[in-house]
């Protein structure tokens, strides 16, 4: 019987759970159950193992013929697997390598940051396929990312290497207060959010006519759309984003060096109308030595946790 894996993605919502075949790779099946985190998430690990289980049995595979369970956490990971005070999740400090083995049986078990495990989803099966040294920067509710060098993640002495939404960006007295509770970080002005709100403040402080004020509820979407079609307000704001994310990219490549920067999340749908305009600044402002790096999208979308935390085990 072939040898399989599961590659899990906990999100604050749902838990995403594939099904791969060591072999070739291969997402064989995926389903999601609730992320269930009440009673300080206590359910979330047994949850993940019964499901497993019955995947297990619906498929008629041996526990022997299983080689492995990666896992992505939101919340910093160390490289032991211990897990740093996932709020997010109502966990606190534990190994979730060793318990969700332990509970398993005895199953090798691989643990990661979420967004760190999305990057190595990216570069295994994703945007990134046929690099080694990458970077992904995702724009969502939130900017959040990864480094991948040689083909393994960075992880840092505690787990927080690529924040790259914690870099700052903003160096204004009227910057936004992020939610980690610093000032100016990437994530008050590269976000889905943060895009949002810096399109209301040009609205406000300008008389330009703009198809964006006939809008009850403006949406990034309705930003790009506008900017597409030569609306000044959406255009100088979409011009504002692409500045601060090409020269945060470039600060992070003089440290990292990547051969392709990879953009996903929701924001990134915006194609190569806004990846071009990223990469023009990018070019702008980084080191000689590291501008020949390539830009590509996320391919793999909200799979990307689930490939990268199979990638843990058998990539």
């Known amino acids: 019987m072939e040898k399989v894996c599961f590659g899990i993605d906990v999100g604050g919502t749902t838990v995403k759970i594939g ?54 956490i939101p919340g910093p990971i160390t490289k032991d697997g211990t897990v740093l005070n996932c709020v997010n999740l109502g966990w606190g400090m534990f190994n979730v390598e060793e318990k969700l083995s332990q509970m398993l049986g005895g199953v090798k078990v691989k643990a990661g940051n979420d967004a760190n495990v999305a990057a190595l989803g990216e570069t295994w099966q994703g945007g990134g396929r046929g690099f080694e040294d990458l970077v992904l920067v995702t724009l969502g509710t939130g900017v959040g990312g990864g480094v991948i060098i040689g083909g393994k993640i960075v992880t840092g002495s505690n787990g927080a290497a690529g924040e790259i ?34 399109t209301k403040k040009l609205l406000a402080k300008s008389s330009e006519d703009s198809t964006l004020r006939s809008l009850e509820e403006i949406t990034c979407k309705d930003i790009f759309d506008a900017a597409k079609e030569g609306d000044k307000i959406a255009s ?52 000689h030595a590291t501008k020949n790096a390539k830009f590509a999208l996320a391919t793999l979308g909200n799979d990307a946790g689930m490939y990268g935390a199979a990638a843990l085990i058998i990539a």
């Open 165 to 198: 939404g914690h870099i700052p960006a903003v160096y204004d007295e009227n910057a936004e207060i992020c939610g980690c509770g610093k000032k100016g970080c990437l994530e008050t002005v590269g976000s889905a959010t943060g895009i949002v709100r810096e």
């Open 19 to 72: 099904l791969f075949t060591a072999d070739d790779a291969k997402l064989v099946d995926s389903f999601e159950i609730p992320t269930r985190k009440e009673d300080e998430g206590s359910h979330i690990l047994p949850d993940i193992c019964e499901s497993i289980e019955a995947k297990l049995v619906e498929k008629k595979i041996t526990r022997d013929n299983l080689i492995g369970v990666g896992i992505g």
């Open 236 to 287: 100088e704001e979409v011009d504002q984003l692409s500045y601060y994310l090409g020269n945060a990219i470039a600060g992070i490549a003089a440290v990292t060096n990547p051969q392709v920067i990879v953009i996903g999340g929701g924001v990134s749908k915006a194609g190569k109308f806004l990846l071009d305009k990223i990469e023009d600044n990018f070019s702008n402002n980084a080191f």
